[in-house]
């Protein structure tokens, strides 16, 4: 006893084995089954049955720390977006200003079609600054609010967004963001409550709880949850991403947190009971 | 794979091995890595802060443009809480309008967003037809309620009410208990997203050095302690 209780309490043994849990289904797949939750289903059926040349606003509301999380997810949803000929604006109303960034980034890494152009059908307009107030104002007046894309040049010059002067020419958001409950309230507020435009939410895994409640209310038509989400996403659309390929290290690193929270508390009620005997 | 590719990847390697060498104990290379991150953060939201309000601000008031002018000199009133007793009062006025736009923007929406519709949520039909339904629901309301009344402390929580209050602490657990769940998803999505170039050529060169790395450490820490005990031994 005093032997297990030394292995799991001492992190200089816990962490190599989770390294070796996280590491070794990365070089070596296993290939655990994977399961589909509704509410990713809900988000890629959502998105799917959009028409061709619809405009669709994905918000980047990340920030660098979170990226671990929900890089995958924001470049599964641009791509299957794309493949539905969907014209997706790239936005940023969260507090950091650092998802802007993180979204010229990934535009670079991803593979985009050649027939698909920036300023035509996707567009990165950046960070907006003044939350709740810029986003009601975003929502009346595009133009007036967003003058120059993320790369400087002004929006007016800009295809796509010739035919995009309010909300509601925008046919679904999708809102990807690190700040769990309050930037969804702030757009179920601002965008889904005044113009009923029908909306989404991919989060990361400490916030997915704040977030659900709004899913089964029927406030949010679907919820993406962390790395998960995205591989889930991976797997329904056929597009290709690393995501799937990390959910054996999820499911391993799962099971060893399983195993040792039941030895744990096996070895805490024969210490209580022990403890009463004596 | 290009030079630039293979650069890229080993300084990435090499920056994710230092970080997690901080599990092992606080060391140089931790704090190298700390405070890059740290300051390149503070210095790119410093710079796209000062873009911003220069693009979106003082460019379009050095044109004329009056409302600008006035969110402008509006928000310089900030900057008065650092002049002194006598101005210090000024900078309450960008602060009460800013209060004043978030409430009126955000509160005539939030009750119905935030309230309304979720306490309609809970209020579910009973009468489905579908067992599984039917407890979900039922579990659903009861949870909510004696959640409520374990907040609620102007009576003596005995006897059933005590009951009530148990449940609700039970419920409570049960979301505590599905949270520390997300969490250690989230958790380990972080660990793997640095992990995946440490896992693969050119990377994984570098695992062997940090291994050495730790592995002097422990040796550095085992005679340490050897020395301090045998001067303690010679002490007494």
Wanted: hydrophobic fraction near 50%; aromatic fraction near 10%.
């Amino acid at each position: 006893m005093g032997l297990i209780q030394k292995i799991l309490s001492d992190r200089r043994i816990i962490f190599p084995i989770i390294f070796c849990l996280v590491g070794y289904p990365l070089i070596y797949p296993i290939g655990l089954p994977l399961d589909v939750s509704p509410d990713t289903r809900a988000v890629y059926r959502a998105i799917g049955s959009l028409p061709a040349g619809s405009v669709i606003v994905q918000t980047n509301d990340v920030i660098f720390a979170s990226w671990g999380e929900l890089g995958d997810v924001a470049k599964v949803l641009f791509r299957y977006e794309l493949s539905r000929n969907l014209k997706v604006i790239l936005i940023e109303f969260g507090q950091s200003a650092q998802g802007t960034t993180l979204a010229e980034i990934f535009l670079s890494q991803i593979q985009i079609p050649a027939d698909k152009k920036y300023g035509v059908d996707y567009v990165n307009l950046g960070f907006i600054p003044g939350e709740e107030g810029a986003l009601a104002a975003w929502a009346k007046d595009i133009h007036q609010v967003s003058i120059k894309d993320a790369r400087g040049t002004p929006i007016s010059q800009l295809p796509i967004m010739q035919n995009v002067k309010t909300i509601k020419d925008i046919a679904f958001w999708m809102s990807v963001n690190v700040y769990g409950g309050i930037l969804p309230e702030m757009y179920l507020r601002q965008i889904q409550l005044i113009y009923k435009t029908p909306m989404a939410c991919a989060t990361i895994g400490v916030m997915y709880p704040t977030i659900k409640p709004f899913v089964s209310s029927g406030q949010l038509i679907g919820l993406m949850n962390s790395q998960r989400g995205a591989a889930e996403f991976e797997f329904l659309s056929g597009i290709l991403g690393l995501a799937a390929a990390t959910m054996d290290s999820q499911s391993l690193v799962h099971l060893f947190v399983i195993a040792v929270t039941l030895i744990g508390n096996v070895m805490f009620v024969a210490s209580k009971y022990g403890g009463k005997k004596q | 794979m290009t030079p630039i590719e293979t650069l890229t990847a080993l300084l990435s390697s090499a920056v994710a091995l230092m970080a997690w060498s901080f599990l092992y104990k606080d060391n140089p290379f931790y704090r190298l890595v700390e405070r890059v991150l740290v300051g390149g953060t503070i210095g790119y939201g410093v710079v796209l802060g000062m873009r911003s309000v220069w693009n979106r601000g003082i460019l379009p008031a050095a044109q004329g443009d009056l409302t600008m002018i006035l969110a402008v000199v509006v928000g310089l009133l900030l900057y008065l809480r650092l002049g002194g007793k006598k101005v210090s009062w000024y900078s309450r006025i960008p602060v009460s309008v800013l209060l004043g736009v978030g409430f009126g923007v955000g509160l005539t929406t939030m009750i119905q967003a935030q309230i309304t519709l979720q306490l309609a949520d809970t209020m579910k039909s009973l009468a489905t037809g579908n067992l599984l339904t039917i407890f979900s629901n039922t579990f659903i309301m009861v949870g909510v309620v004696c959640t409520v009344f374990y907040f609620f402390y102007s009576v003596e929580h005995k006897g059933p009410l005590s009951t009530a209050s148990k449940i609700g602490r039970y419920v409570m657990m049960m979301g505590f208990g599905a949270a520390f769940g997300f969490n250690l998803l989230g958790r380990t999505s972080v660990l793997i997203s640095p992990l995946l170039p440490v896992v693969k050529p050119p990377g994984i060169y570098l695992v062997p050095i940090a291994v050495a790395g730790v592995a002097y450490g422990l040796w550095k820490d085992y005679q340490q302690g050897q020395a301090k005990s045998e001067k303690q031994t010679a002490k007494s």
